[in-house]
């Protein structure tokens, strides 16, 4: 039983499409974080959701939006992707307090 | 704001010992630690509330200084299974910040 699920794991796409990243926790966490790893292997925080709640969101250009229609749920859509997007982006859950758990992630090549 | 860390990048032997840094130049509330290997997710390793804390399991500790706002995670006789970046974070109200991680190679 996977704990954070994200889909898809690689996504190959051109520039100027739009995609999104499906992401789904079974552990009754509250808070829902995306986060974007670039080449340098820095973890930097998009978005945090709480209870569907949007809480951070970190100087994220508009062309990202993300979407929790539940708690168990945090979506990502992308529009009009630059190469600068390409990168892996991992979803992650918590209750307050305690540990991160993290999805597989999503290698993302913007061609 | 993220915390720093230190160093960036440790080589070790087998059995040999390390220590990585974690400060701060806002007040911790609450400091945490992954590893992260190669073509993986980051994994938790521990979390520490409050100040003076320590915690630790099999031979890899993190104590948290919460007056010098640093935690320092100290892995002792290494294994080969324990390279991979280590990353601290800091927490504060559902905004979760990590250090730019610490990239330790351990060798036979």
């Known amino acids: 039983d996977t704990a954070v699920s994200q889909t898809p794991k690689y996504l190959v796409t051109q520039m100027g499409n739009d995609k999104s990243i499906k992401c789904e926790q079974n552990?009754?966490?509250?808070?829902m974080y995306w986060y974007k790893q670039d080449s340098k292997k820095f973890l930097k925080i998009m978005f945090s959701y709480n209870n569907k709640e949007l809480i951070i969101n970190e100087t994220v250009p508009n062309r990202f939006s993300p979407k929790s229609p539940d708690k168990a749920h945090l979506n990502l859509h992308i529009n009009s992707l630059e190469l600068g997007d390409s990168a892996v982006y991992f979803c992650?859950?918590?209750?307050?307090?305690?540990?991160?758990?993290f999805g597989s992630g999503t290698r993302l090549t913007v061609v | 704001q993220q915390p720093v860390q230190s160093p960036q990048a440790v080589i070790l032997r087998e059995g040999e010992d390390a220590v990585i840094n974690c400060s701060s130049s806002?007040?911790?509330?609450?400091v945490h630690w992954y590893r992260q290997k190669h073509g993986e997710a980051p994994v938790f390793l521990m979390i520490?509330?409050?100040?003076?804390e320590q915690k630790g399991h099999d031979k890899i500790s993190a104590s948290f200084n919460e007056k010098k706002q640093q935690s320092s995670l100290y892995l002792t006789a290494s294994q080969l299974s324990y390279s991979g970046t280590y990353f601290c974070?800091?927490?504060?109200?559902?905004?979760?910040?990590f250090g730019a991680g610490t990239r330790l190679t351990v060798k036979p």
């Open positions: 520490l509330l409050k100040g003076g």
């Open positions: 806002k007040a911790l509330y609450s």
């Open positions: 552990l009754g966490h509250d808070t």
């Open positions: 992650a859950s918590s209750p307050r307090d305690r540990a991160f758990t």
């Open positions: 974070g800091t927490e504060y109200s559902n905004d979760m910040r």
